[in-house]
């Protein structure tokens, strides 16, 4: 059973970079297999996509919602089994849930974390 | 980017009942229509993948159809847990989008 749990700062100041990790538990982020992704969700709003990454052997491809392309970047740390979310100059329009996710190539997003709120405020 | 747009944004229906929600997508998605379902506090959990096959574990109660662009989730007889927030989900193209939500209330 896969387990996936987000971890970081619950709160940013405006024009600072948000930084989140999710911990992978009962799978690999190594194996090539899935699509480790970052969506969000503003209080009392749907889910945006963020982005994700595809990781295999010793690379990795991302892809991320043009919205906020120039802004986001994931990554991969294997030997913690972990990846993670960095989003530069936020504003309060940032604040939202953050939840990791996984999913299969055109798949549905099978196992998410519970969420993680960061707010943007000085 | 493929817009979702689900109907209706919230509807209110009473235990038993039979209930259906529309989700339309601006183009053609094949079958890559997911479907979820959101308790207040919790993260979405998958009921439907592939327009029409259901998750693991998910109650019979729940399916999906359509094909293309224009899907529907049935929920066939309404039981207590099952009034919260359904969203549906394309996957056939990135940026991957969601409906804005169904928000299902008790009559």
């Known amino acids: 059973q896969v387990q996936l749990q987000e971890s970081g700062p619950g709160l940013v100041k405006p024009s600072e970079t948000l930084s989140l990790t999710c911990t992978v538990s009962?799978?690999?982020?190594?194996?090539?297999?899935?699509?480790w992704t970052w969506i969000r969700q503003p209080p009392g709003k749907g889910l945006e996509w963020i982005g994700y990454i595809y990781y295999s052997g010793s690379s990795g491809s991302t892809n991320y919602n043009p919205s906020l392309k120039s802004r986001v970047t994931i990554s991969v740390d294997t030997s913690k089994n972990q990846f993670s979310l960095k989003l530069s100059s936020v504003t309060a329009a940032d604040t939202a849930v953050y939840h990791c996710?996984?999913?299969?190539?055109?798949?549905?997003?099978?196992?998410w974390g519970q969420g993680t709120l960061v707010t943007v405020s000085s | 980017d493929i817009q979702m747009t689900q109907s209706p944004s919230s509807l209110s229906a009473s235990v038993g009942d039979r209930v259906t929600i529309s989700c339309r997508a601006s183009?053609?998605?094949?079958?890559?229509l997911n479907w979820y379902q959101q308790k207040p506090g919790k993260a979405p959990k998958v009921l439907i993948y592939?327009?029409?096959s259901s998750q693991s574990g998910v109650p019979s109660r729940f399916s999906g159809s359509g094909f293309g662009t224009d899907f529907t989730l049935t929920i066939s007889s309404l039981q207590p847990e099952d009034f919260t927030i359904y969203f549906c989900q394309q996957s056939y193209s990135t940026p991957i989008t969601f409906g804005q939500g169904t928000r299902l209330e008790i009559k």
């Open positions: 592939a327009a029409s």
């Open positions: 996710a996984k999913s299969p190539y055109g798949g549905p997003f099978d196992y």
């Open positions: 009962g799978g690999s982020v190594n194996s090539g297999s899935y699509y």
């Open positions: 183009q053609s998605i094949s079958s890559y």
